[in-house]
């Protein structure tokens, strides 16, 4: 029944766009696709000039990663940056701003830290400690022991061994020349447009997701497009991956009295290191003992040093905040109200909270910074749109795509009965943002031809800002749980989440999950294209005639349990 109706608007506006056409001489291509929407070229303007003569995305960035710092979800350091959110938000003229809570456990952040060689000769380390693991206690001094664990069978050979001990854990990094720059060209618009729909649905993140394009797979344990694997170097490396194991080691470390343990992080050198947790954010999970990333060449000279019968002495000073007051970690909700269809809602948002070892800048202070900028320059055009324009910027992503997952099935539809709420028909379309600093260069259509020949329209008057892919047209993967990214809590239960693909440029390789996620890797004119694209197809989403047509609705998920 659905189908027909939009086949018969789909048709309706096939002939209205050939009209346009002949009255207007719009260029050939636009009279090509069909189902596509007539834009507001006057809207598109002053869209334009707001994004690129009044920016204030790179000062969003600012404050919420620079001031903030790292915003581990429910740390003290995301309440504060919500709280500047909220007033911004209030500042420009969003309506009912507020929090939305949701379950989660503890907050965590680092207070202090000190790392440092004292013998065979005093070196100072560059590092940071993993997330939910504790702090030292006050400095310590410790002899470290090198005890890779790639089993649990190697449980057994250092049982007894590794009291008061600096463990080491895992194989020295594999590090090796340099021979490609870390940041890959942006590929050229016909290079896009070659790819295509070979993307599909965006990455291997369901339908709609989005991703970073050009991603290094090359390197020590760099991923994949799209994907985030752990270096199966050990058992320990693969241990945030899955929670059983994490939890497993963590008991035996604490059971064996381990003073500390040492890791390289699972990619990075020369300065920059990729990690993530160790312990847990949830109450019931064993707290390990402290755990620390350092440089990789500062791990494997500890292990050479030990292999030449050298035992080094090693300093460190450690405090962390676990929050423990509240569990319930929270989003950020903000709104334009519609002028004459305000319960119907387009959605645009990106993840509020970060990992510890960088400021959050490029995963996600880019998404976020870029969606607060969006409906800021939709809030300065004093135009009227029918729809409800709402901002979300979520937390709980890094841990599991939690917030967004929270947020639909609190709004929408609950994933295991799919019972939808009055809200469920009512929402629009969910833009997320989430793959580094790199421009949009595509979007994806969660493979809906309707949807996909709509998209085509918007970005045929702003090519010149290359963005000139639609990608997933005529594909469809059904999404069985949210993962990689917000979309995918939305496509997860049948409404449209949308992402866009971005240049990939240096956030696989330096910054996505390091100490070398920070301000300076943002590139300003990429950020500033972004957030001009994705108010112009929020805009278009809010003033099009009708809602746009739903991406297919997945077969109820038996796993969503998981997820509650
Ligand atoms: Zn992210």
Known sequence: MKTRISMNLLRFRQVAAAMVTALFLIPPSFAQETGGDKVDLDALAQIKTEAFEHSRVMENLFWMSEVYGPRVTNSGNHKLAAEWAMKQM??????????????????????????????????????????????????????PVWAPIHSKADFAKYHGKLQGKALLMFDPAPLTLHTRADAQPSPTDEEILARG??????????????????????????????????????????????????????????????????????????????????????????????????????YNRIVRLLQHGI????????????????????????????????DEVVMVGGHFDSWQGG?????????????????????????????????????GEEEGVYGSTAYVQ??????????KTP???????????????????????????????????WIEPIKDQH????????????????????????????????GFQQDGLEYGTRTHHSNADTYDRVQKDDVMQSSMIEA????????????????PTPAPDPDAKAHE
């Open 467 to 498: 963005i000139v892919a639609v990608s997933g047209g005529n594909q469809f993967r059904p999404t069985t749980s949210p993962g990689g990214t917000d979309s995918t809590a939305f496509s997860w239960i049948g409404l449209n989440g949308i």
């Open 90 to 143: 209030k500042e420009w003229g969003l309506q009912n701003v507020h929090l939305e809570k949701w379950h989660f456990g503890y907050g965590w952040q680092i207070k202090h830290f000190y790392a440092a060689m004292e013998t065979p000769v005093y070196a100072a380390f560059t590092g940071f400690p993993l997330a939910w693991t504790p702090g030292t206690n006050g400095p310590i001094t410790v002899e």
């Open 359 to 395: 400021t959050g800048a490029t995963d996600n202070g880019t998404g976020s910074s870029v969606a607060m900028e969006a409906v800021r320059i939709l809030a300065a055009l004093h135009k009227p749109m029918a729809r409800t324009v709402r901002v979300a910027l979520w937390g």
């Open 197 to 298: 729909d070979a993307r599909g649905g965006g990455g291997g993140r369901g339908p709609g997701a989005g991703a970073a394009l050009n991603r290094d797979p090359s390197g020590r344990g760099r991923p994949g497009e799209g994907e985030w694997e752990y270096t199966p170097t050990s058992l320990a490396l693969a241990n945030a991956k899955n929670g059983v194991l994490r939890n497993e080691v963590n008991a035996f470390l604490k059971d064996e009295g381990v003073a500390i343990s040492i890791t390289p992080g699972y990619n990075g050198d020369g300065g920059t290191i990729f990690s993530t947790y160790g312990g847990s954010e949830n109450p019931k999970d064993p707290i390990p003992p402290p755990i620390v990333a350092i440089g990789a060449e500062q």
């Open 410 to 419: 609190q709004h929408f539809a609950q994933r295991a009965t799919m019972v």
């Open 311 to 342: 035992t080094p002495k090693l300093n460190f000073d450690i405090a962390v905040d676990y929050q423990k007051e509240d569990l319930n970690a929270f989003n950020v909700i903000g709104e334009i109200p519609g002028s004459t269809k305000p």
């Open 536 to 551: 112009w197809f929020v805009y278009n989403a809010a003033t099009r005639a009708e809602m746009l047509p739903r991406i």
């Open 423 to 457: 809200e469920y028909d009512k929402l629009d379309v969910y833009f997320n943002d989430d793959g580094g600093s790199g421009r949009f260069r595509g979007v994806s259509a969660g493979g809906s031809p309707q949807m996909a020949a709509i998209f085509k329209s």
